[in-house]
């Protein structure tokens, strides 16, 4: 379960946050290791022995630029959980806790990563 990959810029993002750098390293250990991804609809399916399934809470903008070519680049799949009436939009709920500001995925941004599986 994953968040934003970005730099996290404050110590109390440290563990919503993973670094692009940082989620490259995982993913492309995933991939050494043996792991494939699992969407959840697909998790009863044993198809292979070592799966993981990818998630991402909030729908932050940084999902498109910085996980989904590594994702894609790897052979990995995830799922996006986005946050409906906010989509295009900002995390004004994480600003009423104190906050930065993110944008979220755009409906056109949405589209493409459903295109691209």
């Given at each position: 379960?994953?968040?934003?990959?970005?730099?996290?810029?404050?110590?109390?993002?440290?563990?919503l946050y993973i670094s692009p750098e940082r989620f490259t390293r995982f993913i492309d250990w995933l991939k050494?290791?043996?792991?494939?991804?699992?969407?959840?609809?697909?998790?009863?399916?044993?198809?292979?022995?070592?799966?993981?399934?990818?998630?991402?809470?909030?729908?932050?903008?940084?999902?498109?630029?910085?996980?989904?070519?590594?994702?894609?680049?790897?052979?990995?799949?995830a799922t996006v959980f986005v946050v409906v009436d906010r989509i295009g939009k900002t995390n004004e709920w994480?600003?009423?806790?104190?906050?930065?500001?993110?944008?979220?995925?755009?409906?056109?941004?949405?589209?493409?990563?459903?295109?691209?599986?």
């Amino acid at each position: 379960m994953l968040h934003s990959v970005s730099v996290p810029t404050e110590l109390k993002l440290k563990s919503l946050y993973i670094s692009p750098e940082r989620f490259t390293r995982f993913i492309d250990w995933l991939k050494r290791t043996g792991y494939t991804s699992a969407l959840p609809t697909d998790w009863r399916q044993r198809t292979a022995s070592r799966r993981v399934v990818l998630t991402f809470d909030d729908g932050y903008e940084d999902f498109m630029s910085n996980a989904f070519p590594v994702l894609d680049r790897l052979g990995f799949k995830a799922t996006v959980f986005v946050v409906v009436d906010r989509i295009g939009k900002t995390n004004e709920w994480d600003q009423a806790a104190g906050f930065k500001s993110k944008r979220l995925l755009t409906l056109e941004q949405i589209r493409e990563l459903h295109r691209q599986g």
